[in-house]
């Protein structure tokens, strides 16, 4: 941040609507004329903003339009006029905002934010006054937009600076306008449109209660000048920024004794951790240092301390700098050298496309800290030897001397996978492609796996990004294979102690696409993919950046949100304990909740935990990571133990810390069997290679189904979305569906379940598959709600219908008839090779038996009018028969967002949706409406639609508007 020259106290003077309101400066009296050196001005300038108390200089208003609807947008506008001594005497000006449901923000007509808004949180803005606002008039412009319900705006503006802090607020002093002003954001609010805005409130009244965040989010900027010394003195308070913001009751002076006090019971704790490690650490010295302060602490702080201090800041800080002495005495500490990369924020805060080249930001390198210290040695592996880029998560070799990891440089469009010594030297490029290749590990094959968008598929719910899957390559980046089925994307992986790799992976079968972002494992050849926790868990949103804390089955991972990568919160999973929340999950983080899914309770953020035990860890965090911009940076890297405690190592204002590793050899897991050996290169008879699935009893664990009503099995590919455009409708392009965000889905064919409830059959590798129990009539009774995929030559079994993945198979009860006897293959259905379709398998049917008396005219028509009627999207009577939850399917995405309907996520009970339950085929079964009876076929093509959530396209129609989709070849 630029050094601004001092100038005396100014006047901040406001002009709106012709109104001119001057507000004073308010000085924070703790240590305000304190005589101190300048090593410590830094410090006491944060503990005055910190503990400033906005709430008693101004009053945010709630504020709107007089009029309210569904579906509205208002523009907002207030000028404020500064003078140039205002500005240059400012150091941070900060914009806390809330726009019910979302608001766009300009300053001097530039965008500088915000995204989606919460009701339940403030989202903010913060930079340098040198960055947001000049001298003389400064215009700030809102636009907020109702969807439904509530609407309402709040804001607060703060100015910072040596002389004090300025404070304006959302009131009637706002104008607002109900139509697009001409010229917005730059423009004049005196036309006729233009009215004083209505107060619908102060801060804290329904339906929006008291709003998260705000003052915690009021943080400092850190200066690039600041020691190490300072810097962690400035985290510390940065830290405790919650309990020194100001009380209803209590000085500044006690808020600081308090700390004070937990701090020194947590060095306790913390000597009582390190001494319960195996490897014995003398803290003697420590011992005597915490009972002198104990001491201290029973007398009170003096009223001024040396270095001009106040009394009560003095004692805390001498209790937190025992308190990181200890914790940094931790035997597990037992390395000298970290690696890490620099970055920053990429143009997008979405799960999936913050990752990709065109959203990558450059800036930063890959880095090696000597020394756990911010006044370590610091050594750029990557300067003069890479162009100015982007990077991501690395990996080092096992025995501590190789870097593996992605690089975009700044002229380039796609990340690409480079190897370089740890010690520096020439960079090894592995890869060269247009597609993006990311967070590379080594496996302990002597081979490495990685991410990518070599699959050529796109998230069907974000159109405008390519999905990446899993993929392995020989060690020179050579033989690059796709080892995954995934249509959506799977995300950072990491090697586990038995050899096999842990990773996210997004699904939404059947199911809404919001939350589905778990734990799988899989073999490093593509086998054995496994669910590890989750895949029916609505919290936490996205699991990613897991590893495995040594010596236990557990990992650690970091939870981000749906819409905000980089807002996480830490937390600890054990399978043994339950595979699904809240059941085997510790939350690590508490003061910090899971993003999207619990209202905010903090600021702050943690990304990419490094475990080196249950209760120690390696991890970054960032204070301000509410106020995110494409291009700035927020994260540190910290040591953090499972109570909380956390002290700073490495900290550059200028750039994120990500991804930490220690700087040491690791033991390589063992090979796990390798039944690809020979799969090396796809080739065109590959298309005819087979897996086999079996299942000893397809009744274990099924509520209510009797047995010998289980006929047949279904078997269903997903097809790979390799085509996209805009979004069109329900976030997809195309629309797949009305309800949720489909795949197209082609029905490969049956095989008869044998009487034991035992199934095995022979189907194609290489493919995303699901599968569903039938009746005798071919009606779906359960249905996966996942996939699964094969490779070539894998057999794989599972108990149950739609079991874990992992349960054992029953021993005791004889051979499964279904395995005393080779494989089944699959009995296509009638209509072969097609994709299901609502025109193709709907519609004919209805015009053949229903049409006749259901159209304009008639009694029946007017009640229901099934004739076809193309609509933007889709067509009728498609839209009435999934509205009028007619035909039977699951709870849709909208119910999502309306009832946060627990079938989108949770496995639904068998015969509660789809056919079974569905009165379009009901009645087309019974012949009992009007002695209408469907033959036999066109019977088999309504139950298929209904059973695969009646999807409106099928890859025929699609391919007459994307000809030219490639095929993706796993």
Same mark, same amino acid.
């Given at each position: 941040?630029?050094?601004?020259?001092?100038?005396?106290r100014?006047?901040? !003077?406001?002009?709106a609507?012709?109104?001119l309101?001057?507000?004073?400066? *308010?000085?924070?009296?703790?240590?305000a004329?304190a005589d101190?050196?300048?090593?410590?001005?830094?410090?006491?300038k944060?503990l005055?903003?910190?503990?400033?108390d906005?709430? *008693?200089?101004? =009053?945010p208003?709630w504020i709107?339009?007089?009029a309210t609807?569904?579906?509205?947008t208002c @523009?907002?506008r *207030?000028?404020v006029?500064l003078e140039?001594?205002?500005i240059?005497d400012?150091?941070?000006a900060t914009?806390?905002?809330?726009?019910d449901?979302s608001?766009?923000?300009?300053?001097?007509?530039r965008?500088?934010g915000l995204r989606?808004?919460s009701?339940?949180?403030? &989202?903010f803005?913060?930079?340098?006054?040198e960055?947001l606002?000049?001298?003389?008039?400064?215009?700030?412009?809102?636009s907020?937009?109702n969807?439904?319900?509530?609407?309402?705006m709040?804001?607060i503006l703060?100015?910072?600076?040596?002389s004090?802090?300025?404070?304006w607020v959302?009131?009637?002093?706002?104008r607002v306008s109900?139509q697009?002003?001409?010229?917005?954001p730059?423009?004049?609010t005196?036309?006729?449109?233009?009215?004083?805005?209505h107060v619908?409130?102060?801060?804290?009244?329904?339906?929006?209660g008291e709003?998260a965040?705000?003052?915690?989010q009021r943080?400092?900027?850190?200066a690039?000048?600041?020691?190490?010394h300072?810097?962690?003195?400035?985290?510390?308070?940065?830290q405790?920024r919650?309990?020194? @913001?100001? =009380?209803?009751?209590? &000085?500044?002076?006690?808020r600081?004794?308090?700390?004070?006090r937990?701090?020194h019971r947590?060095?306790?704790?913390?000597?009582?951790a390190?001494?319960?490690e195996?490897q014995?650490?003398?803290?003697s010295?420590?011992? *005597?240092?915490?009972?002198?302060? =104990?001491?201290?602490?029973a007398?009170?702080p003096?009223?001024?301390a040396?270095?001009g201090?106040p009394?009560a800041?003095?004692l805390?800080?001498?209790?937190r700098?025992?308190?990181r002495?200890?914790?940094?005495?931790?035997?597990?500490?037992d390395?000298?050298?970290?690696l890490?990369?620099?970055g920053?924020?990429p143009?997008?805060?979405?799960e999936q /496309?913050?990752r990709?080249?065109k959203?990558?930001?450059?800036?930063?390198g890959l880095?090696v800290?000597s020394?756990?210290?911010?006044?370590?040695e610091?050594?750029?592996?990557?300067?003069?030897v890479?162009p100015e880029?982007?990077?991501?998560?690395?990996d080092l070799?096992?025995?501590?001397?190789?870097?593996?990891?992605?690089?975009k440089p700044k002229?380039?469009?796609?990340?690409q996978?480079h190897e370089?010594?740890?010690?520096?030297?020439?960079v090894r490029k592995l890869?060269?492609?247009?597609?993006?290749?990311?967070?590379?590990?080594y496996?302990?094959?002597?081979?490495?796996?990685?991410t990518?968008?070599?699959?050529?598929t796109y998230?069907?719910?974000?159109?405008?990004?390519r999905?990446?899957?899993?993929c392995?390559?020989e060690a020179?980046?050579?033989?690059?294979?796709?080892?995954?089925?995934? /249509?959506?994307?799977d995300?950072t992986p990491?090697?586990?102690?038995d050899g096999?790799v842990?990773?996210?992976?997004?699904?939404y079968t059947?199911r809404?696409l919001?939350r589905?972002?778990k734990?799988?494992? +899989?073999r490093p050849?593509?086998?054995?993919v496994?669910?590890y926790?989750?895949?029916?868990?609505?919290?936490?949103?996205?699991l990613?950046?897991a590893?495995?804390?040594?010596?236990s089955r557990?990992?650690?991972?970091?939870g981000?949100?749906?819409?905000q990568?980089?807002?996480?919160?830490l937390g600890?999973?054990?399978? /043994?304990k339950g595979?699904?929340?809240?059941h085997?999950?510790?939350h690590?983080?508490?003061?910090?909740?899971?993003?999207?899914?619990?209202e905010?309770?903090?600021?702050?953020a943690y990304?990419?935990? $490094?475990?080196?035990?249950?209760?120690?860890?390696?991890v970054?965090?960032?204070?301000?990571?509410?106020s995110?911009?494409?291009g700035a940076?927020?994260f540190g890297?910290?040591?953090?133990d499972?109570e909380?405690?956390?002290?700073?190592i $490495?900290?550059?204002?200028a750039f994120?810390?990500?991804y930490?590793?220690?700087?040491?050899p690791?033991?390589?897991p063992?090979?796990p069997?390798?039944?690809?050996?020979?799969?090396r290169?796809?080739?065109?008879?590959?298309e005819r290679?087979?897996?086999?699935f079996?299942?000893?009893?397809v009744?274990?664990?099924?509520?209510?189904?009797?047995?010998?009503?289980?006929?047949?099995l279904?078997?269903?590919?997903?097809?790979?979305k390799?085509y996209s455009?805009?979004?069109?409708y329900?976030?997809?392009?195309?629309a797949?569906? /009305?309800h949720f965000?489909?795949?197209?889905?082609?029905?490969?064919g049956?095989v008869?379940?044998?009487?034991?409830?035992s199934?095995?059959?022979q189907?194609?590798a290489?493919r995303?598959?699901y599968?569903q129990?039938l009746?005798?009539?071919y009606?779906a009774? =359960?249905?996966?709600?996942?996939f699964?995929g094969?490779?070539r030559?894998?057999?794989?079994?599972?108990?149950g219908?739609?079991?874990?993945?992992?349960?054992?198979v029953?021993?005791?009860?004889?051979?499964?008839?279904?395995?005393?006897?080779?494989?089944?293959?699959l009995?296509?259905?009638? @209509?072969?090779?097609?994709?299901?379709g609502?025109?193709?398998?709907?519609q004919?049917?209805?015009?053949?038996?229903?049409?006749s008396?259901?159209?304009p005219?008639k009694?029946?028509?007017?009640?229901?009018?099934?004739?076809?009627?193309?609509?933007?999207f889709?067509?009728?009577?498609?839209l009435t028969?999934?509205?009028?939850e007619?035909?039977?399917?699951?709870p849709?995405e909208?119910?999502?967002w309306?009832s946060?309907a627990?079938d989108?996520?949770?496995?639904a009970?068998?015969?509660?949706?789809l056919?079974p !339950?569905?009165?379009?085929?009901?009645?087309a079964? &019974?012949g009992?409406h009007y002695d209408v009876?469907?033959?036999a076929e066109?019977?088999r093509?309504?139950?298929a639609? +209904?059973?695969?959530?009646?999807?409106?396209l099928?890859?025929e129609e699609?391919?007459?508007r994307?000809?030219?989709?490639?095929?993706?070849k796993?």
């Open positions: 941040m630029k050094r601004f020259k001092r100038h005396s100014s006047t901040v !003077t406001l002009v609507i012709c109104v309101l001057i507000v004073a400066c *308010r000085r924070v009296a703790i240590g004329d101190v050196p300048p090593a410590r001005t830094p410090l006491l944060t005055k903003l910190l503990t400033w906005a709430r *008693r200089a101004a =009053q208003q709107w339009a007089k609807a569904d579906g509205q @523009w907002f *207030r000028d006029t140039e001594s205002a240059e400012s150091e941070i914009l806390y905002l809330v726009g449901d608001a766009k923000v300009f300053i001097n007509g965008p500088v989606r808004s009701s339940k949180a403030w &989202s803005l913060m930079a340098s006054t960055t606002l000049k001298p003389g008039t400064n215009s700030i412009a809102v907020c937009r969807s439904v319900g509530p609407a309402g709040i804001a703060e100015v910072s600076g040596e004090g802090f300025h404070t959302s009131d009637t002093q706002w109900q697009l002003p001409a010229g917005w730059s423009c004049e005196d036309g006729p449109h233009w009215q004083a805005a619908l409130g102060p801060a804290g009244i329904a339906p929006w709003v965040g705000y003052p915690a943080i400092p900027i850190p690039a000048d600041l020691d190490a300072q810097q962690v003195e400035f985290d510390w308070l940065l405790d919650r309990a020194l @913001w100001p =009380q209803e009751d209590g &000085s500044v002076e006690e600081l004794q308090d700390l004070a937990d701090h947590r060095a306790a704790g913390i000597m009582q390190i001494r319960a195996p014995q650490v003398d803290l010295a420590e011992q *005597r240092r915490w009972r002198t302060l =104990q001491e201290r602490l007398k009170g003096p009223a001024a040396p270095e201090l009394g800041l003095d805390y800080l001498a209790v700098h025992l308190k002495d200890i914790l940094l005495r931790h035997p597990l500490l390395f000298e050298e970290l890490f990369v620099k920053l924020y143009r997008s805060l979405h /496309s913050h990709l080249s959203t990558a930001v450059p800036g930063g880095f800290l020394g756990l210290s911010p006044d370590g610091l050594r750029e592996l990557t300067r003069d890479l880029g982007s990077y991501w998560r690395p070799s096992f025995d501590g001397s190789r870097v593996l990891f992605c690089f002229a380039r469009s796609s990340f996978l370089m010594n740890v010690d520096g030297g020439a890869t060269d492609s247009p597609f993006d290749d990311l967070d590379p590990i496996l302990p094959n002597g081979k490495i796996m990685f990518s968008t070599r699959g050529e998230v069907r719910c974000n159109p405008e990004s999905s990446f899957v899993l392995t390559a020179d980046g050579s033989q690059v294979r796709i080892i995954s089925h995934n /249509s959506e994307p995300w990491a090697l586990m102690d096999r842990l990773f996210t992976r997004w699904e059947d809404a919001w589905l972002q734990l799988w494992t +899989v050849d593509g086998t054995n496994d669910l926790w989750g895949n029916h868990s609505e919290k936490p949103d996205c990613v950046e590893r495995q804390i040594p010596g557990k990992v650690v991972f970091c981000v949100g749906h819409h990568f980089f807002q996480g919160s600890i999973l054990d399978p /043994s595979l699904d929340f809240p085997g999950l510790e690590l983080t508490p003061e910090v909740s899971w993003p999207e899914v619990e905010d309770r903090d600021t702050g990304k990419s935990p $490094y475990p080196l035990s249950d209760r120690l860890f390696v970054s965090y960032g204070h301000n990571s509410a995110y911009r494409p940076a927020d890297i910290y040591v953090l499972d909380g405690n956390k002290e700073l $490495y900290r550059d204002p994120n810390s990500w930490a590793l220690p700087v040491r690791r033991a390589r063992p090979v069997t390798d039944v690809n050996a020979l799969a290169v796809w080739h065109a008879e590959e290679a087979t897996g086999t079996i299942n000893p009893d009744y274990a664990g099924l509520k209510d189904v009797k047995r010998g009503s289980v006929k047949h279904r078997v269903i590919e997903l097809d790979y390799t455009g805009n979004r069109e329900l976030f997809q392009n195309p797949i569906s /009305s965000v489909e795949s197209v889905k082609r029905i490969l049956t008869p379940v044998e009487k034991d409830g199934v095995s059959v189907v194609p290489g995303a598959l599968f129990i009746d005798e009539k009606r009774l =359960q249905t996966m709600r996942s699964v094969l490779q030559g894998e057999v794989r079994g599972c108990t219908c739609h079991a874990r993945g992992h349960d054992a029953p021993i005791g009860r004889g051979t499964p008839l279904a395995l005393s006897k080779p494989a089944a293959k009995t296509p259905p009638p @209509w072969r090779k097609q994709t299901v609502y025109e193709r398998f709907v004919p049917v209805l015009k053949r038996y229903c049409v008396c259901h159209q005219g009694d029946a028509g007017r009640e229901l009018d099934l004739t076809y009627r193309k609509t933007r889709f067509a009728e009577p498609y028969l999934i509205d009028r007619f035909a039977g399917v699951y849709s909208p119910a999502y309306k946060r627990k989108v996520y949770v496995g009970e068998p015969g509660e949706h056919s !339950t569905s009165r379009l085929v009901e009645y079964f &019974s009992e009876k469907v033959d066109s019977l093509l309504l139950i639609w +209904v059973d695969m959530n009646g999807p409106f099928g890859r699609v391919l007459k994307f000809p030219n989709a490639p095929i993706s796993r």
